[in-house]
C-alpha cells in the first residue's frame, strides 16, 4: 500500500495569479493559514505555518519552485488523527512527507491547481493522519478558489 492523495481544482484567474496566492505569504494568510504564514515560498527556504486548529507553528521546507508552474515542500509527518477531529491524538514521527503543488495554466483562463501528498509510512496512524492532511489541502483549495475569485475568507472562525 502506497499512502498518497491528489486533490484538485481550477480557479477562475491566471496561472501567475493563483500561484501568488500560495507563494506570498501575505496572502497565503488570508485565506489558508489561519494564524499567519512567514516567510515567501522560494526554493531552500524554510517558511512557517501557523493554524488555529493545529497546535503550534511549524517549518516548511521549500524543496524546489518552478515560477507558475511547480511547488515542492516537505514537512515534518504525523500519524494519529488531527486536534479537530473528536479530541484526536495525533504525534510527530521521525520522517517528512512530501507536498506537490502543480499550477497548469488552462485555455480559457483559468488554472487547473493539483495538489499531491506522499511518503506516510504503512501503518493505521499514518492513514489517520493522510485523511486529516487530505481534509486540509480540500479545504485549502476552496478557500483559494473563494479568495481569489470573490474575496472571501471561508476558514475565517471556522476553527476559533
Known amino acids: 500500500m502506497d499512502l498518497k492523495f491528489r486533490v484538485a481544482a481550477r480557479i477562475a484567474a491566471p ?24 516567510g515567501r515560498i522560494e ?6 505555518w501557523d493554524f488555529h486548529d493545529y497546535p503550534g507553528a ?9 515560477k507558475n508552474e511547480k511547488i515542492v515542500l516537505q ?9 479537530n477531529l473528536d479530541g484526536g491524538d495525533m504525534k510527530e514521527v521521525d520522517y517528512k512527507t512530501t507536498v506537490t503543488m502543480s499550477f497548469t495554466a488552462l485555455d480559457d483562463g483559468r488554472t487547473l491547481l ?12 499514518a492513514l489517520d493522519a493522510s485523511y486529516g492532511n487530505c481534509q486540509g489541502w ?4 476552496c478557500a483559494l478558489k473563494a479568495w481569489v475569485e470573490h474575496g472571501l475568507n471561508l476558514r475565517e472562525g471556522m476553527y476559533k
Open 15 to 38: 496561472v501567475d495569479e493563483v500561484f501568488e496566492a500560495v507563494a506570498d505569504p501575505d496572502k497565503l494568510s488570508h485565506y489558508f493559514t489561519t494564524g499567519g504564514a512567514k
Open 43 to 48: 526554493t531552500g527556504a524554510t517558511v512557517t
Open 58 to 66: 511549524f517549518p516548511v521546507d521549500v524543496v524546489e519552485v518552478v
Open 75 to 83: 514537512w515534518q509527518a504525523t500519524e494519529g488523527e488531527a486536534p
Open 114 to 125: 493539483e495538489i499531491k501528498e506522499e511518503g506516510w509510512r504503512e501503518n493505521q496512524g
Open 138 to 141: 480540500a479545504q485549502m483549495l
